[in-house]
């Protein structure tokens, strides 16, 4: 996070999220903070000379989670997203009248006799503006931007 140099009425300052790196394959690194010089570990690791380590940096981070899957069920709050996960794949989640019952994304997979899997994700419903952050609309279609197809549920 980035301080802004504003503060707001409380007098708390204000800082704002910086992208730095996004994991796309199972091999990815990523030096987030340099480790210091010797270490101030157990006393057997010490050497018996009077040397003493250097601090390694701090820093503070922000992960943000971003499910992987092959498709994404996107519509409005009671449209059947969450009956349909459960009707193709074995996935429990809760099934409610109410709108908003789901309140996180949930995962599903269909796997196919030839071991084919296809994995779908249940998002909790969205409104009209969803994209200006209205009812966490930017919070929820964040999961779709790793999804390789997105199915409208009318």
Same mark, same amino acid.
């Given at each position: 996070r980035v301080y802004t140099g504003e503060r707001t009425a409380e007098g708390r300052r204000i800082f704002l999220p910086q992208f730095r790196y996004q994991f796309l394959r199972h091999d990815d690194t990523y030096v987030v903070a340099k480790g210091g010089i010797g &270490?101030?570990?157990?006393? =057997?690791?010490?050497?018996?000379?009077?040397? +003493?380590?250097?601090?390694?940096?701090?820093?503070r981070l922000?992960?943000? #989670?971003? #499910? #992987?899957?092959?498709?994404?069920?996107?519509?409005?709050?009671?449209? &059947?997203?969450? +009956?349909?996960?459960?009707? #193709? =794949?074995?996935?429990?989640?809760?099934?409610?009248?109410?709108?908003? =019952?789901?309140?996180?994304?949930?995962?599903?997979?269909?796997?196919?006799?030839?071991?084919?899997?296809?994995?779908?994700?249940?998002l909790p419903g969205l409104k009209r503006g969803a994209h200006l952050d209205k009812d966490m609309g930017r919070r929820i279609l964040r999961h779709t931007y790793r999804s390789r197809a997105l199915a409208f549920v009318v």
């Open positions: &270490g101030i570990g157990p006393i =057997s690791f010490k050497k018996k000379d009077g040397r +003493s380590g250097t601090p390694g940096e701090r820093r922000e992960l943000e #989670l971003r #499910l #992987l899957n092959d498709c994404a069920l996107i519509g409005k709050p009671n449209a &059947g997203k969450t +009956s349909m996960l459960a009707a #193709l =794949s074995r996935a429990h989640t809760r099934i409610g009248p109410e709108e908003y =019952s789901t309140t996180r994304p949930h995962v599903g997979v269909i796997r196919y006799r030839d071991r084919v899997e296809v994995r779908l994700c249940d």
